[in-house]
């Protein structure tokens, strides 16, 4: 009997696990929409920021932007890791932690140095113990704000400037679907813009600029890191949601089958204890009359 209870006691524990994980679900589904809107309305902004700044930097006649200067001597290289401060996901965490491992691992040999800088939490406690951290920024991936990213493109920014590092990465889950986020690894400093082709030099149009090339080239190219910045934080938000309703959508599953299981198993362990009951009082019946 108190097997019977033990296995009772356990299909109650899942079915309360289940509800858990539904309501999850749920949530994350609800905030996954917005998070899919802001992703959709923020990369037409980026994608057209960005091909502005490449037209002026391939046009621009003079020397190159403080920003676009490429050091090699010693180089130092700062890694920005863009996770969530919440679990419960899946391996959306863990798969990006082991690709900013990998990379470090491949590329580490070029640089005299590489620092990892993570946003949210799951990120830091990772890596913490593994790599040397410069920076973890927590309580700001929740609800991403352009102000946020802007802070933290500031400092890697100044950092630059002030050849604290001479390369910056950014790793971060960009957004495809629900089931799909990809691993996106971004080089956001120094900003060297393609060369351009011989057709699309041809078939260019020549722009007159007000202020000078220098002067936006100034403004556009700061704004573009703290536009990658935020861009990659809307795109990691919702990765997060899509890779979290998957897992929670696993997990209730999951706790269905268990369920239907444990209650096959209580079944026929009760089935068991009666039958064994009824030999007992069959056995003493026939003691007695005999």
């Known amino acids: 009997m108190a097997n019977l209870k033990s296995i009772k006691k356990r299909i109650v524990s899942v079915k309360s696990t289940r509800q858990i994980t539904k309501a999850m ?13 802001n992703v959709v309305a923020a990369r037409p902004y980026a994608s057209k920021l960005h091909e502005v700044m490449e037209r002026l930097a391939q046009s621009q006649e003079s020397d190159p932007h403080p920003l676009m200067v490429r050091r090699e001597t010693s180089p130092r290289a700062l890694v920005l890791l863009v996770t969530s401060d919440r679990g419960l996901c899946g391996g959306f965490n863990a798969n990006i932690s082991k690709a ?14 590489v620092t990892v800088a993570t946003i949210g939490r799951k ?6 113990n593994r790599q040397k951290m410069a920076k973890n920024y927590v309580g700001i991936i929740s609800k991403p704000t352009y102000q946020a990213a ?38 956001l400093l120094p900003i060297s813009p393609p060369a351009a082709s011989e057709e699309a030099s041809e078939s260019s149009i020549e722009y007159i600029y007000e202020p000078t090339k220098s ?20 795109e990691s938000v919702a990765s997060e949601h899509g890779a979290r309703m998957t897992a929670m959508d696993s997990a209730s599953n999951n706790a269905t089958e268990m369920i239907g299981k ?5 079944n026929r362990a009760r089935q068991a204890a009666i039958t064994t009951e009824l030999t007992e009082i069959i056995s003493g019946a026939e003691s007695i009359k005999g």
């Open 150 to 187: 802007a802070l933290v493109a500031g400092e890697i920014i100044d950092g630059f400037l002030a050849e604290e590092y001479d390369d910056v990465f950014l790793f971060y889950n960009a957004f495809r679907s629900v089931m799909s986020q990809d691993i996106t690894c971004e080089q």
């Open 100 to 113: 900013v491992e990998r990379f470090i691992r491949e590329r580490g040999e070029a640089y005299s140095e």
């Open 123 to 128: 990120g830091y406690d990772f890596l913490k």
């Open 262 to 266: 444990l209650t096959l198993i209580y």
């Open 25 to 37: 679900k749920m949530v994350s589904a609800a905030k996954l929409r917005r998070a899919q809107d």
């Open 215 to 234: 002067d936006l080239l100034g403004e556009l190219l700061p704004k573009s890191i703290e536009v990658a910045v935020f861009k990659a934080m809307l």
